[in-house]
C-alpha cells in the first residue's frame, strides 16, 4: 500500500503514515463491531444454556442490545469518588482499552495479511498483553475503595501464576516451529501430523496437552469464569470496576472482550493452523484463510462462553493450586520431553 501512495508523487515517509494508519483502522474499527457482537453472542449463549431468550428486543433478534447498551453508558455521567487518585483513575481505563488494541498489530489474518509482520511477533504478543493487568492494578488502587483494592491485588497475583505456565507453552511452541514469527509457526503447522494430512500442532501428541493448557491459561489471563476472582461480583461486587461509570467502565468492558478476542486468535494460531484448513486437502485451501482463521476463533469464544455458563467459579486457593502446583510443573515437564524428542529427531543423538 505504501508504493501505491508512492505511485501518487507522494514521499515514501507520508505514505508510510497514511499506509499505517489505514492498516490501523482497517483491524481497529472492525475489532470494536467484532467486541459489540460477541458480547451479544456471550448472552445469547448464556441464555440458551439457561433456557432462556436472551436479548430479543432492540434491533431484529436484539442484534442491536449492545449497540443500545453503549449509547447508554455514553450519555451517562462519568462520576470520580471524591477519595480517588483523579488522574490515574480516569487513565486506567485507558491502559486496558489500549494494551488491548495494540497486541493485534502482529496478528496474522491470513498469509501476507497483518499490519506488523516483525520476527519477535510471539515475543511482542507476550510482552504487551502482560500489560494489561496494570489497567487492573492502577484502577484498583486509585479508586481508594476497599472492593477494588482486593481485586487489583488478585489481578496480580492471577496474572504472574498463569503467565509463567503459558511462558513455557509457547516456548514448547516455539520449539517445534524453530521461529517467533507468527505467520511462520502458522506455516510450519502445514502438514504437520499424520502423513502431511493434518494442519495444526494440536494434533500432535506432544503438544495437544500444552493446546489444553494454554486453552484454560488464556481463560485465567482474561479473568473469565471460573477464573473470574478479579471481579467476582459475589465477593467484590464489580471489583476494580465498582467505582466506575460511563464510557470508562465501557472502556474495561471493551478492552475485556477485546482480549478473550485475541486469546480466541491466540489458540488458533498457535496450536490449530490459524489460516489454514485442519486438513491439508487442496479443495479446501479455495476457502480464503480468513474464513478458516473466524470459524476456529468463534469455535474458542463459544467454549470460553459454554465454560463460563456452565462451570462454577474457582476459590482463591484453587485457582493458585492449578497454576502452581499442576500447570506449571506440568509445562516444565513437556518443555524437557519435546526439546528431548527433538534432540532425538531433529538433531540427531549426537547434537
Request: proline share 5%; charged share 10%; net charge neutral.
Amino acid at each position: 500500500m505504501t508504493a501505491w501512495f508512492q505511485s501518487f508523487g507522494i514521499t515514501y515517509e507520508w505514505s508510510w503514515l497514511i499506509a499505517t494508519v489505514i492498516g490501523i483502522l482497517v483491524i481497529a474499527l472492525p475489532l470494536m463491531l467484532a467486541v459489540a457482537m460477541i458480547i451479544y453472542a456471550d448472552r445469547k449463549i448464556w441464555a440458551a444454556m439457561a433456557l432462556r431468550r436472551g436479548p430479543n428486543v432492540v434491533g431484529p433478534w436484539g442484534l442491536l442490545q449492545s449497540f443500545a447498551d453503549g449509547l447508554k453508558v455514553f450519555l451517562k455521567e462519568t462520576i470520580v469518588p471524591t477519595g480517588a487518585n483523579r488522574g490515574l483513575f480516569l487513565i486506567a481505563p485507558i491502559i486496558t482499552f489500549t494494551v488491548a488494541l495494540i497486541v493485534w498489530a502482529v496478528i496474522p489474518f491470513d498469509a501476507g495479511v497483518v499490519l506488523a509482520d516483525i520476527n519477535v511477533g510471539l515475543l511482542y504478543v507476550l510482552a504487551a498483553s502482560s500489560l494489561g493487568v496494570y489497567g487492573v492494578i492502577v484502577a484498583g488502587w486509585a479508586s481508594n475503595s476497599k472492593y477494588p483494592f482486593f481485586s487489583a491485588l488478585r489481578a496480580a497475583a492471577q496474572m504472574v501464576s498463569y503467565e509463567v505456565s503459558i511462558g513455557f507453552v509457547l516456548i514448547c511452541v516455539v520449539l517445534y516451529a524453530n521461529t517467533y514469527n507468527l505467520s511462520a509457526i502458522v506455516m510450519a503447522q502445514q502438514g504437520h501430523k499424520l502423513f502431511g494430512l493434518l494442519n495444526g500442532y494440536g494434533f500432535n501428541p506432544l503438544l495437544f496437552p500444552m493446546a489444553v493448557v494454554f486453552l484454560i491459561s488464556s481463560m485465567a489471563e482474561t479473568f473469565r469464569t471460573p477464573f473470574d476472582l478479579v471481579e467476582a461480583e459475589s465477593e467484590l461486587v464489580a471489583g476494580h470496576q465498582t467505582e466506575y461509570s460511563s464510557m470508562s467502565f465501557a472502556l474495561f468492558w471493551l478492552g475485556e472482550y477485546a482480549n478473550v478476542i485475541l486469546m480466541c486468535a491466540l489458540n488458533a494460531i498457535l496450536f490449530w493452523g490459524g489460516w489454514l484448513p485442519p486438513i491439508n486437502w487442496a479443495p479446501l485451501y479455495w476457502i480464503p484463510g480468513i474464513l478458516w482463521l473466524f470459524a476456529k476463533m468463534a469455535f474458542f469464544f463459544f467454549v470460553f462462553s459454554w465454560v463460563k455458563a456452565t462451570v462454577p467459579r474457582y476459590r482463591y486457593d484453587q485457582l493458585m493450586r492449578l497454576g502452581w502446583k499442576i500447570f506449571l510443573p506440568f509445562s516444565i515437564l513437556f518443555v524437557v520431553l519435546i526439546s528431548g524428542w527433538l534432540m532425538f529427531t531433529r538433531y540427531g543423538v549426537t547434537a
